[in-house]
């Protein structure tokens, strides 16, 4: 049994027919590689074995002429995969349109009318591309090889094709590349005739952490009870790698989930920092937070339109213009509603409920008849494209690393302008006592009023992160009011550090519950646990320091 391909980071299919390269640039890396290795010229008996015979046989000449090096192999590949290659009982002729030359000493002379087209099955041309592109494994350029190494991963490998890749392994010095083509060498020796060199490849796998290498060992087994593997001894071998493999693999997946956990819970903070200071601050039940949110978000997708339009060329820095007029936006708007309607309600906390969440669906009105029902697209710039590959089953996206770190850094603005400043004084005495802050000449309703613009402010900061991870809608604040809440109330009211505790805490362990019970169970879940939480510590992890006459 033929060995099957071996994928590495990147492929997500297999291929049982080979990508087609172009040829010039074949022939460039092919001669740069052969530059740094004694060249040998290709024999006539050489020539008429690769292009003559059984498809095994003229494999074996292949991978044979190749891991010497021949300097007259690389056009002969080149004409084969071109159908470009006749075959006489005397010579093996390479054809270019009306001339012929011979494959062995190039020398050029009228083409037989004898000469008969030489036929390449898939197998064969696989053969020939593997071969190709293993001879730029050669290469003294690092880029050069690991190309090669991806083309080769691609490849259904052959045995017959074992001598070039361990010369092309005894010269490499990079380690990863090395450790691929170890990994290749082990995936055709899996089926050789041979038990020890089956035995060497089970044990060598089993130091992957690939999911393509466990699919190649799952398939070497069989059910568990029967496969292509007969021998007890190596089929041990080969369940002990398997086990190694899928340890690793699991490790991948509960850090993947711990970083997803951490994404989400990072864009909770965001949503839920602003709410955080209102809340705290004024006792106000704002159902509009998560339309403030979606203004920021919205004010996201013009200024992207904007660059689009007068800036493409400096497309990439949009997102330095649209944090802090995000901002603004939505602190606006959260200055006019607590002007006009919040401050005469003040004391009413079912009436401000109900007052907010009327003016949610006003925005949410509103936008629909400016940009329409249908979502709108918000692009990433290049740099936040993409993403790190910590393990073979883990990528970490830049977008989410970037939101993670954008709101510890609002986390940490916020606590400054809270400890350091002016404001932050006059919001943390009207928090505690605002009676007592009347008193002493802090003026409460203006207090209130920059209060609110800030909480705002942060909630369109927290739409703007979101622009770049998910969709922009009218509905998109719907999706977070609940779960800010949530975080507000598990954390302590007004408390920033128990707000950071909170989102974190149920952003991972609402991944956690996702994995086994489902979304929507997660969701139940994690309200009995919050609701079991508020009854036995109803001021949340932290509760408020200091005196309050309010309490």
């Known amino acids: ?28 890396a092919l001669s740069t590689g052969l530059a740094a290795l004694p060249a040998r010229a290709l024999t006539a008996d050489q020539a008429r074995a690769i292009a003559e015979g059984d498809t095994d046989a003229r494999i074996t000449a292949l991978s044979s002429a190749a891991a010497q090096a ?39 002379a009228s083409l037989p009318p004898d000469a ?21 494994l050669l290469s003294t350029d690092v880029a050069t090889r690991q190309a090669a190494v991806a083309e080769l991963a691609k490849q259904t490998l052959e045995a017959g094709q074992l001598p070039l890749i361990d010369k092309a392994l005894a010269a490499e ?9 170890s990994l290749m060498r082990a995936s055709i020796q899996l089926s050789a005739d041979d038990k020890a060199q089956r035995l060497a490849a089970a044990k060598a796998l089993g130091e992957s952490g690939s999911p393509q290498v466990k699919s190649l060992l799952q398939e070497r087994l069989g059910d568990g009870k029967t496969g292509p593997e007969t021998d007890p001894e190596v089929r041990g071998a080969l369940m002990l790698s398997m086990d190694k493999v899928a340890s690793r693999l699991a490790w991948g997946d509960r850090l993947g989930v711990v970083f997803t956990g951490l994404s989400l819970g990072s864009i909770l903070l965001l949503v839920a920092l602003g709410l955080a200071i209102t809340y705290g601050l004024m006792g106000v039940i704002n159902m509009a937070h998560g339309e403030l949110m979606m203004i920021g978000a919205y004010a996201t997708y013009v200024v992207q339109n904007l660059f689009k339009t007068y800036a493409p060329g400096a497309f990439d820095y949009y997102i330095a213009l649209a944090i802090p007029v995000s901002f603004l936006a939505a602190a606006l708007v959260g200055a006019a509603l607590e002007r006009t309607v919040l401050r005469w309600l003040y004391g009413r906390p079912l009436e401000t409920l109900l007052a907010t969440w009327g003016i949610s669906l006003i925005l949410m009105q509103s936008v629909r008849s400016l940009f329409g029902a249908q979502n709108v697209p918000v692009e990433n710039p290049a740099w936040l494209s993409g993403g790190v590959a910590v393990m073979s089953n883990l990528t970490l996206p830049f977008n989410r690393i970037a939101i993670i770190a954008f709101a510890f850094l609002v986390l940490g603005g916020v606590a400054l302008m809270i400890a350091k400043t002016r404001l932050g004084l006059f919001v943390r005495g009207v928090t505690q006592n605002r009676r007592m802050a009347a008193c002493v000449g802090i003026n409460t309703a203006r207090i209130d009023t920059y209060a609110f613009s800030l909480g705002a402010g942060i909630a369109g900061l927290a739409g703007c992160a979101l622009s770049q991870v998910g969709n922009v809608g009218p509905d998109l604040g719907q999706s977070y009011i609940v779960d800010s809440f949530m975080v507000v109330v598990l954390g ?28 929507v169970l997660a969701k139940i879940m994690v309200l009995v646990v919050i609701v079991v939480f508020i009854q036995k510590r109803p001021q949340g992890l932290f509760a408020m320091k200091g005196r309050s006459a309010e309490a």
């Open 116 to 136: 008969e087209d030489v036929v390449n099955n898939n197998r064969m041309r696989g053969a020939l591309e593997a071969v190709q592109a293993a001879f730029k």
């Open 492 to 519: 302590g009211v007004g408390q920033l550090a128990g707000t950071v505790y909170a989102a974190l805490g149920l952003g991972v362990l609402n991944k956690l519950l996702e994995g086994l019970a489902g979304a």
């Open 173 to 181: 010095t990079d380690a990863s590349l090395k450790e691929k083509l």
């Open 1 to 28: 049994m033929r060995p099957g391909p071996l994928f590495f980071s990147g492929s997500t299919s297999r291929f049982t027919m080979l990508l087609r390269r172009p040829f010039l640039l074949l022939a460039v």
């Open 70 to 108: 021949d300097a007259g192999l690389p056009p002969l590949v080149e004409a084969l995969l071109n159908d470009a290659v006749k075959l006489t009982p005397q010579r093996v002729w390479i054809v270019d349109g009306a001339q012929a030359r011979d494959a062995a000493t190039g020398q050029a």
